[in-house]
Structure formats: C-alpha cells, structure tokens
C-alpha cells in the first residue's frame, strides 16, 4: 500500500485522498451536492475496510430533500466511480468498501443526534461494488 499522507497506526489507518478536496462537489445520480470528507482505511474488522466518508447537506433530517432510497443509487455510484479508482490507484486490496453519507462533518465513530447518515457496503470484485447487506 502506497500513498502520500498515509498514516500506519495499529487498527486505524487514515489517508485522505489529496486530489479531491472537500469543497469539490462529485456528481451523483440524485443530482445532489456531495463531496469527499475523508477516506480511512481501518483494519479493526479483522480485515481491510475502506471507508469513504462524504458530506451529503441535503439529507439533513429536518430540511433535507434527499430520502434514504434517493440516496442509495448515489452511494452505488460514488462505490463505483470514487471507490474503486482510488483502490486501484493506491493499490489497496481492500476486503469491504463503506461508503457514508453525512448531512455535517463528524469526527469518525461519534455520535450526533442532530446528523442524519446513510451508511452501504460493499465488497469489490471484478471492478464491481457488490453491495454487502450489514
């Protein structure tokens, strides 16, 4: 595994992807702005995981206009076309691929009553994202 910025703790890797910054937006089926928070690469399910978090405004719980089921086709996509271009480009063999979906930044794993997130995964083969049920 290869890349600048990569950090090598024991159960948390974290590489954010440098050629994407978080203000650019990535276009989505639903048409909704969605842009690439951070990627981390963490090892504490006893295999790789890879774990795409971006920052989806528009499913906000309260004011959003984007449902869960809109925002599935996206998640496929941003598997699809942001995912598996950045593992094959960093070379990593990655066991599952999360991709998330935030209404607000959060830090990884802490919990906020006021987000809303939407969370898939998936298992890449083939250079296909197989979507893996939790």
Request: proline share 7%; glycine share 6%.
């Amino acid at each position: 595994m290869r890349g600048r910025g990569c950090g090598f703790p024991v159960s948390l890797l974290v590489c954010v992807w440098a050629s994407v910054a978080a203000a650019v937006e990535v276009p989505v089926p639903s048409g909704q702005p969605v842009s690439l928070n951070e990627v981390l690469l963490d090892t504490a399910p006893g295999e790789l995981w890879v774990r795409f978090r971006f920052i989806a405004p528009h499913i906000a719980r309260e004011t959003g206009l984007v449902s869960y089921e809109q925002a599935g086709p996206d998640m496929d996509a941003l598997c699809q076309d942001v995912a598996l271009p950045y593992l094959d480009h960093h070379e990593i063999e990655a066991a599952r691929v999360v991709i998330s979906l935030s209404d607000q930044r959060l830090p990884f794993g802490s919990k906020d009553r006021t987000a809303t997130q939407f969370f898939e995964a998936y298992r890449p083969e083939n250079e296909a994202c197989i979507w893996e049920e939790f």
